[in-house]
T-cell receptor, first 112, second 118 residues
Framework: KQEVTQIPAALSVPEGENLVLNCSFTDSAIYNLQWFRQDPGKGLTSLLLIQSSQREQTSGRLNASLDKSSGRSTLYIAASQPGDSATYLC???????????FGTGTRLKVLA | EAQVTQNPRYLITVTGKKLTVTCSQN?????MSWYRQDPGLGLRQIYY???????DKGDVPEGYKVSRKEKRNFPLILESPSPNQTSLYFC?????????????????FGAGSRLTVL
């Protein structure tokens, strides 16, 4: 059964730092992996989607990589800003299924 | 504006009183799904629908029902709510799941419905 883990659960960094958030999954037979941002009291916003055939995706200051063989994805945030403070979640869709399995998220706080 | 709309946003109810949480999307999406979010457990999928009249169970379907009579709507029904269904619920949709086309699998989420069952 697919399990998705995000470590650390919380992270606090000073403004301007480059940082990496981690997502691990146990079954490498995935169709895609998505990274989301969740602000308090709000829904999730999709940041990046990586198909299983891709190695990385970029959007602005965000870069997500995927290594299926090792069961890992990373979300790189460049030059962090206080507005980046939120909870970041990753979700995996398995090959041959229509289900999504979410990690429990990393709560990020960027200090001004 | 392209969006997923959930109602109600907040609800307090009592054990056993049937309730429905509505979900509607205006993007002509094929795929819709429901999740619950609980502290320490993350988001868990309750049910999903591939298209009209096509639904299937997620990982935590017990105590819930869904229907997909129209493409835009996917209501979540709690026939006899219990306190362990107190949670934050999210509806999400995507154009299609399985079609390898840019953006087709991107999930769009509603703002969430916080349900308390006393």
């Amino acid at each position: 059964k697919q399990e998705v883990t995000q470590i650390p659960a919380a992270l606090s960094v000073p403004e301007g730092e480059n940082l990496v958030l981690n997502c691990s999954f146990t079954d490498s037979a995935i169709y895609n992996l998505q990274w989301f941002r969740q602000d308090p009291g709000k829904g999730l916003t999709s940041l990046l989607l990586i198909q299983s055939s891709q190695r990385e995706q970029t959007s602005g200051r965000l870069n997500a990589s995927l290594d299926k063989s090792s069961g890992r994805s990373t979300l790189y945030i460049a030059a962090s800003q206080p507005g980046d403070s939120a909870t970041y979640l990753c979700a995996v869709k398995g090959s041959g299924t229509y289900k999504y399995i979410f990690g429990t998220g990393t709560r990020l706080k960027v200090l001004a | 504006e392209a969006q997923v709309t959930q109602n109600p946003r907040y609800l307090i109810t009592v054990t056993g009183k049937k309730l429905t949480v509505t979900c509607s999307q205006n993007m002509n999406h094929e795929y819709m799904s429901w999740y619950r979010q609980d502290p320490g457990l993350g988001l868990r999928q309750i049910y999903y629908s591939m298209n009209v009249e096509v639904t299937d169970k997620g990982d935590v379907p017990e105590g819930y029902k869904v229907s997909r009579k129209e493409k835009r709507n996917f209501p979540l029904i709690l026939e006899s709510p219990s306190p362990n269904q107190t949670s934050l619920y999210f509806c999400a949709s995507s154009l299609w799941v399985g079609l390898d086309r840019t953006g087709a699998n991107v999930l769009t989420f509603g703002a969430g419905s916080r349900l308390t069952v006393l």
